[in-house]
């Protein structure tokens, strides 16, 4: 015979995690930015960051996964060094809980920058673009977006060659037939991530 072993305990880890700047300078805020996924369908869940508790959104369609979308009443100007705890319920009949931290380091500000051109060629699966460096970001990442996500999501990172004080790069992206997607530049530290240049793209 063989015995039947116990289910897994109910978990909940990161899919998605950056502080999103806008504006520079003195303008700058940061936003945590955030995608869960749970082993088990999540009835809700919330994040407790500098003090403040923030809820999660359920997207649409897919039990598994919520989304902390950027909203103004959570944008700060002091966001320093820290961890984000997340709290999570299954929505199972008899509910478990479960947690886990997200540790948001190197919290440094990025300088502003600009995208000359962000362009996608469906026949050659590219997306190309021109931007002028940001002082302080490590890399330049492709960010995009479709629904039902509500987010911007890194997708690879471009890279970048140097002339005359741009950056140019491209990265090879196949889009979905039929489906539109945001895109943007983001200036990353490994933390936070400025984005610039948003375009809309739809293949057919």
């Known amino acids: 015979s063989c015995l039947k072993g116990s289910d897994p305990d109910f978990m909940v880890?990161?899919?998605?995690?950056?502080?999103?700047?806008?504006?520079?300078?003195?303008?700058?805020?940061y936003t945590p930015v955030m995608r869960i996924v749970g082993n088990y369908p999540i009835a809700q869940a919330t994040c407790t960051?500098?003090?403040?508790?923030?809820?999660?959104?359920r997207i649409i369609g897919n039990d598994y996964?919520?989304?902390?979308?950027?909203?103004?009443?959570?944008v700060g100007d002091t966001v320093t060094n820290g961890i984000c705890a997340i709290s999570a319920v299954s929505a199972e009949t008899e509910a478990r809980g479960a947690s886990n931290q997200i540790r948001f380091g190197n919290v440094k500000q990025l300088g502003d920058f600009t995208v000359e051109t962000l362009e996608y060629d469906e026949q050659k699966k590219v997306i190309t673009m021109t931007c002028t460096p940001s002082e302080g970001a490590e890399s330049y990442v492709l960010?995009?977006?479709?629904?039902?996500?509500?987010?911007?999501?890194?997708?690879d990172e471009f890279k970048t060659t140097e002339k005359d004080g741009k950056l140019t790069a491209e990265?090879?992206?196949?889009?979905?037939?039929?489906?539109t997607y945001r895109i943007a530049v983001g200036a990353t530290n490994g933390t936070v991530i400025l984005m610039k240049g948003n375009d809309t793209i739809t293949a057919e």
């Open 13 to 29: 880890v990161p899919d998605v995690a950056y502080l999103e700047q806008t504006g520079s300078g003195d303008n700058a805020r």
């Open 49 to 57: 960051y500098e003090g403040q508790t923030y809820s999660f959104d």
């Open 65 to 74: 996964y919520m989304e902390l979308e950027v909203n103004p009443y959570m």
């Open 143 to 155: 960010m995009y977006q479709t629904a039902p996500s509500q987010i911007m999501v890194p997708y």
């Open 171 to 179: 990265i090879s992206f196949e889009a979905a037939a039929n489906t």
